[in-house]
């Protein structure tokens, strides 16, 4: 295994090794795996569980692991091609991606969506461009459209919670002051998909997934025996749910467009997940995979109820890095 | 020993004990004690001596550390309960500590004061808040009125500087632009009257501490044979003075209220300490937490003579950080 | 060797065993080299190359670094002399230099010309204060006129290369939106007449470099065999160079002064490094210690032909840095 990118990428026996590495590693540590060995991470963007358990999951490891922030600390970072660089950027990341990989054993990645131009995003174009610039085991840590490391961690939590393989999945959209990426909406329904579970992604008007993220799911389904639909009826959608997965999203029919989403979500401060969600699913989970917006998109109440399980969730994030480190670094 | 959150929790015999640790780690290295173990480290504010001496200390021990700044490569986060998040917090102390303590052996928290309401500060209401998210082992890194890490590295440099017990010991006000928390000034008269000391508090009217403050103070020295008073008498108070330990805070008559606390300090910018401070106390050390604005509290005249003491002061933060942890981690 | 600050500290006999080091290190790791020393780095400005080479060093020699960013989780910091600290800086380097490294082995201190005095930044009154406030084992990375890293980094590309000792090394200025410091000038300036070469500063009129500058590497030429002279004729200077060296910097003659230096470089956005460059030097290597304004100092032609050596020239920062750690840290 050379780059952890995309779940995609791995077939479904390797996924659950990875999976099998990751309990083990939670069960029986080994101090020493990645001795001598560094991680660099480049966060063009903000983060708190997916730093931390990297930097965590290289300590554990016996390993080690530094950062690099643009914008804090260290220069900001173009990433278009061909551009003339007069602007904030000092540094091109076709510069800035191969030094840091040179001083490492692996890299680690995070560039959310430029937010623009949907095609583009879909296409992974940035991310892309960034990952041919090294020849370094590399992990995405979320990119326009995807988190591997965050859906690997969502499926061990579905195991560990003995979440049936064929249980229901709702992948519900919930509000947010601002149109967020699509990265975690499309990660987590590939990988309940790519599980073999009834996916129902559940959304108001507007907010349909593009379609080239359902038919993924739908051709992962098929090929696992689950299955993918889409409503915006609640009470159809979590009846029976054994899982209510929450996150919010920007408006894909007006995608780049902030006023046009603006206006959109502006009707939508409803969908902020509460406990009278769950009439007809009482032992249903809710998961996030945080940071969540108290009382925008999922209330107190739920939150700091047996119901929730973000907190496993974000738990999971240091075995599932570990293993995956443990893979790239080791094989 | 779990947490170490006030100097107040422990025993006089458990504080001289740990002093006792500090000295030997200084004296015989150990740096296999902490392999393997993770210091989480949770910045909310600004630190250099605190941060460089937690990562300092791990590393001499063996162990290692991961940084999370809010706001500077991390999200910001929200501590009030109940809000609705929809401003500039995009994540909740209640999610984010839990997280981060899930991936470590102990957590660091710094939390300075809100600054608006006294008695909720007074209460220490956030940091407790945020103490009872967790259960892993945890260090008080500064609170709204406590920052015992400093006071136990004052307590060690006055052993180290050999200061009588008994010895007189003035934690004065100085000026500075702006109001700052009561943590260390709270700290050190805790921790003077502890030790048994005769503390004097200087400060010119309107900045008298709390009257809580000082009660915990006097029943402190009560039980260590020490007195605690204070006075606005500068000559009075320094005459045959061991210690001048100066410190900035905000007027707590005016407390949040910026431009009552300005006016009333505009008038203080006298309270620069000089040399001619100490005319009838000789050899009176003189000591700061730092960051210390030369020539606004402390003259440069002062800080760059032998009476000054800030630099062991805050070297001292190193071994007594390296007891606590060591305290924290091994038992 | 107890301080890295200047090539020019330094005998040949001893920068060619420090280069021997690198290679040494390069080929035979040690990974036990440090076990237990610590780094402190300081940064007042921002970095990639140099944070990362450096933790990557301690890392790859068994040691741990630290990271202080003034203004990003850190106190901002003063360094001028007396005053009045009532802005926006809370500490005086004063405090805050001495005070880090008596937590660590070795300090690193990173501190960008001031960009207002050019004697004042020529003499380096700034960095030679704050090096004058420790005695542990100190690494410039980055000071107002020197950048001794980078200078033996450079080194080591030029001979990984083999590039003759002799050999024609154009320094050339080239285009940026602002002015740029003269460090990086002035350190590969310096670093080729001490290799021996035959060195010619190209640069528009109005960006001569300071005569101490030319006159100092003028001494190491005269003693290395090497020669230096200037010119702004860009073919005569190419014609069968084995090395261009391109540098952005600012206007010497109205040194501080923004306005007058930008209506300078505004006419001379063509010193933009192109292929047509090298019409005379077909073997020509083009150098550039990174970051790098793409389209603006060097073109994508370029940076992305056979002819760029950025990125080995980046990468040797990692060997330098761990020779140059090693030194001051194991003798």
Same mark, same amino acid.
């Given at each position: 295994m050379k780059?952890?990118?995309d779940l995609g990428d791995f077939s479904r026996d390797e996924l659950l090794s990875l999976l099998e590495l990751a309990r083990r590693l939670e069960r029986q540590p080994e101090p020493r795996a990645l001795t001598g060995k560094i991680l660099g991470l480049l966060f063009l963007n903000p983060s708190l569980?997916? #730093?931390?358990?990297?930097? &965590?999951?290289?300590?554990?490891l016996g390993g080690s692991s530094l950062v690099i922030n643009p914008g804090h600390g260290s220069w900001q970072l173009e990433t278009r091609t061909g551009v003339v660089m007069d602007g904030a950027a000092a540094e091109h990341v076709r510069e800035g991606?191969?030094?840091? !990989?040179?001083?490492?054993?692996?890299?680690g990645i995070?560039?959310?969506?430029?937010? @623009? $131009? #949907?095609?583009?995003?879909?296409?992974?174009?940035?991310?892309?461009?960034?990952?041919?610039l090294t020849d370094k085991p590399l992990v995405n840590l979320e990119s326009a459209v995807n988190h591997p490391c965050q859906a690997l961690?969502?499926? =061990?939590?579905?195991?560990?919670?003995?979440?049936? @393989?064929?249980?229901?999945?709702? #992948?519900?959209?919930?509000?947010?002051?601002?149109?967020?990426?699509?990265?975690?909406? !499309?990660?987590?329904?590939h990988m309940a998909a790519l599980r073999g579970m009834e996916v129902i992604v559940l959304r108001p008007e507007g907010f349909a997934l593009p379609? !080239?993220?359902?038919? @993924?799911?739908?051709r992962a389904a098929a090929a696992s025996g689950g299955s993918v639909r889409e409503t915006a009826e609640r009470a159809e959608a979590l009846t029976?749910?054994?899982?209510?997965?929450? =996150?919010?999203?920007?408006?894909?029919?007006?995608?780049? $467009?902030?006023?046009?989403? !603006?206006? #959109?979500?502006?009707? /939508?401060? &409803?969908?902020?997940?509460?406990n009278d969600w769950f009439a007809a699913a009482p032992d249903c989970r809710v998961m996030h995979c945080l940071p969540v917006r108290r009382?925008?998109?999922?209330? $107190?109440?739920? /939150?700091?109820?047996?119901?929730?399980?973000?907190? @496993?969730?974000?738990y999971n994030r240091l075995p599932v890095q570990m293993a995956v480190l443990h893979q790239l670094l080791r094989s």
């Open positions: 780059r952890f990118l569980r997916t #730093l931390a358990s990297c930097q &965590a999951a290289m300590a554990r991606i191969p030094v840091l !990989a040179s001083y490492c054993d692996a890299l995070r560039a959310f969506a430029e937010g @623009r $131009d #949907l095609a583009a995003d879909l296409a992974e174009t940035t991310f892309s461009a960034m990952a041919r961690a969502d499926w =061990k939590t579905l195991d560990d919670l003995a979440v049936p @393989r064929g249980g229901r999945f709702v #992948l519900s959209w919930a509000y947010h002051p601002r149109a967020l990426p699509l990265a975690v909406p !499309a990660a987590a329904l379609a !080239a993220l359902m038919e @993924r799911a739908q029976g749910a054994d899982v209510l997965y929450v =996150k919010e999203w920007g408006a894909t029919g007006c995608y780049g $467009d902030a006023a046009a989403d !603006a206006q #959109l979500r502006s009707a /939508l401060t &409803a969908w902020c997940v509460r009382n925008c998109a999922i209330a $107190d109440e739920v /939150l700091d109820s047996a119901r929730s399980v973000v907190q @496993r969730e974000a």
